[in-house]
């Protein structure tokens, strides 16, 4: 298993302005994945971010608007830019662990635009 | 890509009744189902997962079938208790996915009684 945690767990922002969200994990993997989570909604993956690597991205999600970081095997960002209403979500951290490759989620990041 | 569909999107039962959750998935070439639980206010938790090189797995008061000819996956809860309240997600991923993408189903709302 993995034990992730995420900063900030909680913030109200202002419309316009840009939130960066932290991840990290207890050990060392290969991927990690952002998801968004709006209101009583699934899971929607945002990007795949793979440590020495460009993140790759989902239909509908640019990385104008949510840059990703990922500097080692144990950390990584998710900026939030120039954020609306629209961006009020709770955006989950996620990790794969190899051997047996499960997949861990961070207790998320709960956003609100006003 | 592959697609996966839940029900039911709510589940009340009586404390000590079982629970089963129903999802299906498009891709024949998926090859491991997990199964989390999100608690209110929490990142989604990891509870039972299966390959598709096995039909059923258990783990407790907790149980997994999977139907690979029917592309069909459930989850059995057996004599709930009131803590297993939660959101319930299902996910398939599928060997066509270079980056080991989770798609994950609509959510059940399990509700149990005291």
């Known amino acids: ?50 440590q020495g690597s460009e993140a790759t991205y989902e239909s509908g999600f640019v990385i104008d608007k949510f840059p990703i970081s990922r500097p080692n095997l144990t950390f990584s960002t998710l900026t939030v830019s120039n954020m609306s209403p629209e961006d009020s979500s709770i955006y989950l951290c ?21 | 890509g592959e697609n996966v569909e839940q029900h039911p999107s709510t589940l009340s039962v009586q404390e000590g009744d ?8 498009s891709d024949s070439a998926s090859n491991y189902f997990p199964w989390y639980k999100q608690e209110l206010g929490k990142g989604p938790q990891l509870i039972i997962d299966i390959r598709s090189n096995v039909g059923e797995k258990k783990d407790q008061r907790i149980a997994v079938t999977l139907n690979k000819t029917a592309k069909h996956f459930s989850l059995h809860i057996t004599e709930t208790q009131p803590e297993d309240s939660a959101v319930y997600f299902c996910a398939a991923r599928s060997m066509n996915t ?17």
């Open chain 1, 1 to 50: 298993s993995a034990v992730i945690s995420q900063k900030p767990s909680r913030d109200i922002c202002q419309r316009g302005t840009s939130l960066t969200i932290q991840c990290q994990v207890d050990s060392q993997v290969t991927m990690m994945f952002w998801y968004r989570q709006q209101p009583g909604q699934s899971l929607t993956l945002i990007a795949t971010a793979n």
């Open chain 1, 94 to 114: 996620s990790v794969l662990v190899p051997n047996p490759d499960e997949q861990y989620f961070g207790p998320g990041t709960r956003l609100t635009v006003t």
């Open chain 2, 18 to 25: 079982s629970a089963v959750i129903k999802c299906t998935y």
């Open chain 2, 98 to 114: 270079g980056f080991q993408k989770l798609v994950f189903g609509t959510g059940t709302r399990l509700l149990v009684s005291p």
